[in-house]
Structure formats: structure tokens, C-alpha cells
């Protein structure tokens, strides 16, 4: 009996639920206390019932009330109580240029990533500029520019930021950022453009957490003034600051299906803490004092407890780090109470610690990674090794001589990185859309090197610089060759064809198929004796593995299916923040991509981040044709990826500016590049017909290096904007057109170009489906060329919040001046736009923000006048 699955399986669902629905507080604690107290109240009567009827009784009472529980741990997680002077009711944009200065609390270490530095603070006083406070309270997450360091949890700070609340870019498939920084008290983010803004005004207090941090600062100076070849990852291996590896590094782990050994988790407390009970254990064996008297093995679990929290310490308890050792604790816990055999019951007591601790873990991809590994080698290993080392005539276990035990442990190693891939691929998959063939190779070589030598090493090394500088720094020394061979090894691995690829978001009945599968293809492959014996249950196996195949290879594509009616077009806006971006799915299942946003900064990949997760939501593989408006960052940057990962057709552009790396994958690609403008040809895909109205020919012809943009003649070129390739796409009745960054100059010049070429007249600009030029700025949409277009819907692509205050008002007037409904990407998400020629049918990703998604519903107080247009 297995007491500890049911209640974490019914912890595990009042999280769930919980999580997206609230209820009154008081409500839940009273019904929650009658179901906690069921068991207690029920147990003389159940005390009368028959052993299986009691068992069950129990199981489903302790189901019940722990299920109760989860609700009451995760809703002030989901749904916290937030007071009147909490921060994020109390963001003004009053304060100045630089934000607005405020005094709080740090809570945990700082975070290194890249050129910035991550501090959680909590906020408690609001300095006004003129000199009067105001208590306020929250929690706030900053990305600090330029970080000065020299700052521990505890310590108390003034900073001048710019405030905001966090915003999801709303697509589907993307990233659920709200809900990640929720899970961490977070609902305001603030910007710091230099660490000079920052100033301490006093220490914190004695803690665990700030003599962690001192730990941590300890060991990454150390390393750095050891100048190591690897100080990169020896630091992310011993103090979790990844800051200074090398992005294509990083990579490089990624492909070989290694990454998770750079960052800290329960693979690396696990580590130590069998380094450190191994070690102990061979000591106190070789004492007949101790043998006699004590339980040799249980005083070595007890003390092998000392590394595991020192390493914590060292790491300074990061959420990840705190969340490991949680583990290790519960355990070895349940080890030293000598329950430790039943490994689903340890590994339950586990996840159910970690959840009363953490509830917002449950959505961790570490900790599902993490529980995932535990539960594929409970379960895998043992059949692995009745698959491959199978039975004598008698069904029993050959007797392994000494000369065996090396090949004994290797396969223990290779199944154990077997269950350990099998079992996690489905949870990286749905996380990370990627997949690496290599993990199991990894696993056998980067893994023990890496993780069974330089951690613990590293560790020993670190605790000896205490006492003898020049012996800890020998020790790092003597280690950084193996962490170049590492590497060396690594890089080799990610060079392998095939060896790590992206693939479609999976469905959640397409991971329960797949482990479903995966435990019926072992089950038959142990118990196939059984199949000989023409068993009911041997008959059963294959029909279920057969079922199961179905459901996962057949079921969830028609399910998940992403294609257009017949028959049908279908335009979806995705939402990239301050960019542009759209995706049509022609009639006929041809596809375009549409510009690819950017401009959150050379470290965010737009591409990766937004539009990628949104194809392989929609099991979209292959992108027809590529349009690119104009050369800029907030069009362009996302294209990249886009062009790496997916089968690229065509790629079409108006020949100006700079491609930059952009042009160079094109170029190695092999993808076929089109220079178009407005005298290019309408071409017809799927029975659509689009017309390309913009930019007006040069009447000379430019001769473009296509990656630097730079004319070979020295004649200056055409402004970017005003050059955008504009494209109307028509079908049947009703039309889209898409407008680039285009100004007033552009918008008069199409005007004047239709005009001569006397298509005015045939309503040739006339279109159902605007896409706001150049997101909605006051030079554009001119009264006149609104008139021309006269669009029943205007869809506005623009950041939330953003720094150039688009779209302008002024424009919003002159949409509203011509009846046009108005819909925003900052404020609906992506916005996807299906008609068969005849209808036009309109949905949003947030709910409830479709038709009455007007600009009216978001008030926000800004001074237009003191920003960029």
C-alpha cells in the first residue's frame, strides 16, 4: 500500500483547479477543515467495514481532503489579496524621466543574466519628488543595467525605475509570463538604467538566506580572480550564476541534450548527496565502535545532509536550488524511518513536501522534469534489465562474477539514462519544443564528468580555499582541463546531423499516449512469455498497444488539426509587442509569414519566443512565402529563427536597408530571395490575389549588398518607412491590406500612383481588414487615405505600454471618424481574421476582446508629449 500517491494526487488536483478558479476564502477554509477532519470522524465506522471497503474509504476521504488543501495553499498564489497600497496600484509615470524612486527590502540574491542583473525587492515606501513619502507594498522583479554588485538579501535600497505590470504577449502557444512571475509574488516589473541608481542606505540582518548569499559572492569572486579557461561553468556548476557562458555555449548543451547540467536541480543535490553518503559510509565502516553500536548507513544518510545544505548554501538557495534540497531532505527522511524501499510512496512524500512548501512548483518544468526522471527510473529500470540481461532455464538472474561488475555498471548507466531520456522527453517537448536524440549519449559522458567529478571536486576545492588559497585554487586548476575536454566533447555532440530538433507543442492526451505506450511496449516486452501461454491479459497487450498507437499518432492530429476550412482564408495578427507580424493561411494549405517582430532587445529572440511556439501550436512546419515590409528591427529581428527552423519557400523584400545576420541564413539556406515593389506582378495563391502597391520602382535600379543594404553607386536611399512593401490580398468580397510602417508621403503616393495607372475608380485601395501603418503613429492613416480604404476593422500592432505611445490618439479619432472598429494586439493578443469570400469572422485570444475591443477599455495615463513618435 502506497498511503502518500492518493493524497498527492489530490493535493496535485486542488492546485489545478484552484489555480483558474477563484472561490470566497472563508468558503474554502470551512469546507476544507470538514473534509480534513473526515478521516478522523469516519475511522470508528470504518474500523466496522471490510479491510478493502476500509482501505478504500480511507483512500478516497484522504483524496477528498487533501485535495482541499491544495486550494487553500494555491489561492493566494493565484489569486492574492491585493490592498490599496500595494505597487501596483500606485505606478505613476509623474516621477521623471528615469521612473520612480522607491525604497524596499531585497529579498534574494541578485541574478546575473547576460548584461543584466534580476533583484526581487520588496517595495515599502514611495519617494515623492517632493520629498513626502508614501508606504506602499508589493513585490517587484528589476532588471538592473549595468549592476554594481555588492548587495545582499536583507539589505535595504532606493532605486529609481520605470514601473509596469508585467503583460503576456497573449499567442497561442506562448509563454505564460504573468503566471510566472505570480508564482514568485511578483505583479510589477521595473526597469533600471544603471546601477548607479541604485544605493544601499543599510545592512540586513542576520539570516540563512543573506550567509547563503555571502557564500555565493564568496565563491564567484574566488573564481574570477582565478581567470580559469572554464570559469563559466565551474561557477554556474557550484554558485548557479550562468552569467558568464557563452550563449553559443549554451547551445551547444542544448543540441547535445545536456543543458539541465548547467543549471542546479535535483540531479546535482542528488549527486552530492550520494557522493558525500558513499564517502561517509566507507569511513565509518572501517570503524568496529561504530559498526557495533550505530546503524552505520543511517548515520551516513543523517550527515550526508551537511554537503547537500552546504551546497545550498553555496548556491545561495535559489528557487531551484531550494527546491532540490527540499527533496533530498524528504528523502533520505524517509530512509532513516526505513520506508525508503517503497520508491513511489518515497518519491510522493517528496513532490507532496515540495508542493506544501512551493504550490507554484507544480508548474516548474524543473520540478515535472525532476519527478519525471525519479519515476522513469523506478519504473523503467527494472524492465530494462529483465529485457537485456534476461533469465536462466530456471528464471533466474544469471550470477554476475567479479570480472562482470564494470559491465554491470555500465548498463546501469545507460538504463538509467535511458528511463531518465524516455521519461522526460514528452515534459521538454511541451516546454521547450525541442527534443535531443543525443541525451542519452550526453548522459554517459558529459553528465558523470561534469556532474560526478567537477561538482563535487569543485565543492571540496571551494572549502579548502578557506584555509589555503593557493590549495583551493590548485584544486580548480587541476579540474578546468576536464571541463575543456567536457566542452570539447560537448561541441562534437552538437555538430551530429539530427542530433536535437524542434518539434510541435504537444497535446496533454498525446503525453498521456506516449507514456502509456511506452509502459505497455515494457510490459509486453517483459511479460511476453505470457503471449506463449495465450493469456486474457497476453491477448490484451497487443489490442492496447494498438490503441494506444492510435491515439497518439492519429487522434490529436485530427483533434489539434490547424488547417483552414476548405475553401477558406484565414489572416492571424500575432502580437510581438512593439513590431509587426501576421501569419496567412491561404485556401489550399499554402502559407505566409508576414514581417517577424523584435525589438525587445538583442538577448530576446522575438522568433523563438512568440512566433515559433505559435507555429508549432498549429503544427505549422513549413512557411511558402516570407514577406518581409522593411529593414528594421521590429519587423525583421524574428525572422531568423524563423528561416533556421522552418522550410522557407520564398523570401520576398523591397531590397533596402540592412539584412544583416538575417541575410546570411538566407543565404546558407539556399532560400530564394524576390525583390518587389509596386510595378512587381499580382500573383494569385490559392485563389487569393495579392497586389503589391508599395514602394513606388526606383527609376534607376539600385545595385544592394543584400546584407549590408549599402548602393554601390553612393546614392542615398529611399526612407525605410516610406518604402514598405504594402500588399492587399483579395478574396471574393473581401480584402486585407497591409500597410508596413508607412507614413502620409507613402499613403498620398499610392493614392496618386492608382490615380494615374486609373484604378481609383475600380475601389483598387478599398480593403475589409486595415493593418494599421507604421502601429497607429500620427504621421500616418491620413484622413485621405482612410477615405480610400475605408476598412470595417483597423487592427492596430503596437507593445503594451510602449515607450513611442502607439497608437496616437489623434489616429484613434480618425478611425473612429470613419466608423471603423478598432482592435489591438496589446490589448486582445493575436488576432485571427477567417472569411471564405463572402463572411468575415473575427476571434482574439484573451477572451472576450473581440468586437468590443475598442480603445476605450484601456485607460492609461501617459504624457504623449514626452515621448517619441
Not at 489579496?81 to 505597487?87: D, T, Y
Not at 493561411?585 to 519566443?609: A, K, N, Q, S, W
Request: with cysteine; proline share 4%.
Amino acid at each position: 500500500m502506497r498511503p502518500l500517491v492518493l493524497p498527492l494526487l489530490g493535493f496535485i488536483t486542488g492546485l489545478l483547479i484552484y489555480s483558474s478558479l477563484e472561490a470566497p476564502p472563508s468558503l474554502i477554509a470551512t469546507v476544507a477543515f470538514f473534509f480534513l477532519s473526515l478521516p478522523i470522524f469516519a475511522l470508528p465506522g470504518l474500523l466496522k467495514l471490510q479491510d478493502k471497503t476500509k482501505r478504500i474509504s480511507m483512500s478516497l476521504a484522504a483524496f477528498t481532503a487533501f485535495f482541499f488543501l491544495g486550494s487553500i495553499f494555491i489561492l493566494p498564489v493565484a489569486h492574492p489579496k491585493i490592498s490599496s497600497k500595494h505597487i501596483v496600484n500606485n505606478i505613476s509615470s509623474e516621477d521623471g524621466a528615469l521612473g520612480m524612486r522607491i525604497e524596499g527590502v531585497l529579498k534574494s540574491a541578485p541574478e546575473r543574466k547576460g548584461p543584466v542583473t534580476h533583484l526581487y525587492v520588496d517595495t515599502q515606501k514611495r519617494l515623492k519628488r517632493d520629498g513626502s513619502e508614501e508606504a506602499i507594498t508589493g513585490r517587484i522583479r528589476l532588471t538592473v543595467k549595468g549592476f554594481k554588485g555588492g548587495l545582499l538579501p536583507g539589505d535595504r535600497i532606493i532605486f529609481l525605475a520605470k514601473l509596469t505590470e508585467p503583460r503576456n504577449l497573449n499567442n497561442p502557444g506562448g509563454f505564460d509570463y504573468e503566471w510566472w512571475l505570480k508564482r514568485r509574488g511578483v505583479l510589477v516589473t521595473g526597469y533600471v538604467k544603471d546601477g548607479s541608481l541604485i544605493i544601499k542606505t543599510a545592512d540586513g540582518g542576520f539570516s540563512l538566506v543573506r550567509v547563503s548569499s555571502l557564500l555565493r559572492e564568496e565563491i564567484i569572486e574566488f573564481l574570477d580572480r582565478l581567470d580559469l579557461e572554464n570559469g563559466g561553468i565551474i561557477k554556474a556548476l557550484t554558485s548557479g550564476d550562468r552569467g558568464d557562458i557563452d550563449g553559443d555555449l549554451v547551445e551547444s548543451f542544448r543540441r547535445a541534450g545536456a543543458s539541465h547540467i548547467l543549471a542546479i536541480s535535483g540531479l546535482h543535490v542528488g549527486i552530492v548527496a550520494l557522493f558525500s553518503y558513499t564517502f561517509l559510509n566507507l569511513i565509518f565502516r572501517r570503524s568496529q565502535w561504530l559498526m557495533l553500536r550505530l546503524s552505520v548507513k543511517k548515520l551516513s544518510l543523517a550527515l550526508s545532509l551537511l554537503p547537500v545544505f552546504f551546497y545550498g548554501c553555496v548556491s545561495g538557495f535559489s528557487v531551484s536550488t531550494e527546491r532540490a534540497v527540499i527533496m533530498a531532505l524528504a528523502v533520505v527522511f524517509a530512509l532513516l524511518l526505513s520506508r525508503g524501499k517503497d520508491f513511489y510512496n518515497t518519491i510522493a512524500l517528496a513532490a507532496l513536501t515540495v508542493l506544501i512548501i512551493e504550490p507554484g512548483s507544480l508548474w516548474e518544468a524543473g520540478f515535472q522534469l525532476s519527478f519525471a526522471v525519479l519515476l522513469g527510473i523506478v519504473y523503467f529500470m527494472p524492465k530494462l534489465k529483465a529485457i537485456f540481461e534476461g533469465k536462466d532455464a530456471l528464471g533466474l538472474k544469471p550470477i554476475y562474477t567479479r570480472r562482470k561488475v564494470v559491465v554491470d555498471r555500465i548498463k546501469g548507466l545507460v538504463f538509467v539514462s535511458i528511463a531518465a531520456s524516455v521519461a522526460t522527453a514528452p515534459i521538454a517537448a511541451l516546454h521547450f519544443n525541442r527534443v535531443s536524440l543525443l541525451s542519452v549519449a550526453s548522459s554517459l559522458v558529459v553528465v558523470p564528468l561534469l556532474g560526478f567529478i567537477v561538482v563535487p571536486v569543485s565543492l571540496i576545492g571551494f572549502l579548502l580555499s578557506l584555509v589555503s588559497v593557493y590549495i583551493g585554487g590548485t584544486v580548480f586548476k587541476v579540474i578546468d582541463p576536464l571541463v575543456t575536454i567536457t566542452v570539447y566533447i560537448t561541441e562534437l555532440l552538437s555538430r551530429l546531423p539530427f542530433g536535437s530538433f524542434y518539434v510541435e507543442t504537444p497535446l496533454l492526451i498525446e503525453i498521456a499516449g506516449f507514456y502509456l505506450f511506452v509502459v505497455i511496449i515494457g510490459r509486453v516486452m517483459v511479460s511476453g512469455w505470457e503471449l506463449r501461454r495465450g493469456s486474457l491479459y497476453g491477448y490484451a497487450l497487443p489490442v492496447a498497444v494498438v490503441a494506444t498507437a492510435a491515439g497518439v499518432f492519429f487522434f490529436p492530429r485530427y483533434l489539434h488539426s490547424s488547417g483552414v476550412s476548405e475553401g477558406e482564408l484565414r489572416v492571424t495578427f500575432i502580437s510581438v509587442g512593439q513590431g509587426d507580424a501576421a501569419f496567412v493561411e491561404f485556401p489550399g494549405g499554402e502559407t505566409m509569414l508576414i514581417d517577424g517582430g523584435g525589438g525587445f532587445g538583442r538577448d530576446f529572440d522575438m522568433g523563438r519566443v512568440a512566433i515559433a511556439p505559435f507555429f508549432w501550436d498549429k503544427r505549422v512546419r513549413k512557411i511558402d512565402y516570407m514577406l518581409l515590409s522593411h529593414a528594421q528591427r521590429d519587423h525583421k529581428e524574428g525572422l531568423s529563427f524563423m528561416v533556421e527552423n522552418f522550410a522557407v519557400g520564398e523570401f520576398w523584400w523591397n531590397g533596402l536597408g540592412r539584412l544583416g545576420d538575417l541575410g546570411e541564413i538566407l543565404k546558407t539556406r539556399g532560400v530564394r530571395s524576390l525583390l518587389v515593389d509596386a510595378s512587381t506582378e499580382a500573383k494569385v495563391i490559392g485563389g487569393v490575389r495579392v497586389e503589391f502597391l508599395n514602394p513606388t520602382p526606383p527609376k534607376t535600379p539600385l545595385t544592394l549588398d543584400p546584407i549590408k543594404g549599402s548602393s554601390s553607386s553612393g546614392r542615398p536611399l529611399p526612407d525605410i518607412n516610406e518604402s514598405s512593401v504594402v500588399i492587399k490580398l483579395s478574396y471574393g468580397e473581401k480584402s486585407f491590406l497591409f500597410t508596413g510602417d508607412i507614413g502620409e508621403e507613402a499613403e498620398e503616393g499610392i493614392i496618386e500612383s492608382l490615380k494615374k495607372g486609373g484604378k481609383r475608380f475600380n475601389n483598387a485601395l478599398r480593403a475589409d481588414i486595415l493593418k494599421a501603418p507604421h502601429h497607429g503613429s500620427r504621421f500616418s492613416s491620413s484622413s485621405v487615405f482612410l477615405e480610400e480604404v475605408s476598412p470595417e476593422y483597423v487592427v492596430v500592432s503596437a507593445g503594451y505600454r510602449n515607450y513611442f505611445g502607439f497608437p496616437h490618439q489623434e489616429t484613434l479619432d480618425r478611425y473612429r471618424g470613419i466608423k471603423a472598429t478598432i482592435l489591438r494586439t496589446d490589448l486582445s493578443g493575436a488576432i485571427t481574421v477567417t472569411t471564405d469570400g463572402e463572411k468575415l469572422s473575427l476571434s482574439t485570444y484573451l477572451p472576450g476582446a473581440g468586437r468590443g475591443a475598442l480603445e476605450e477599455v484601456f485607460d492609461i495615463k501617459r504624457d504623449i508629449g514626452s515621448r517619441k513618435d
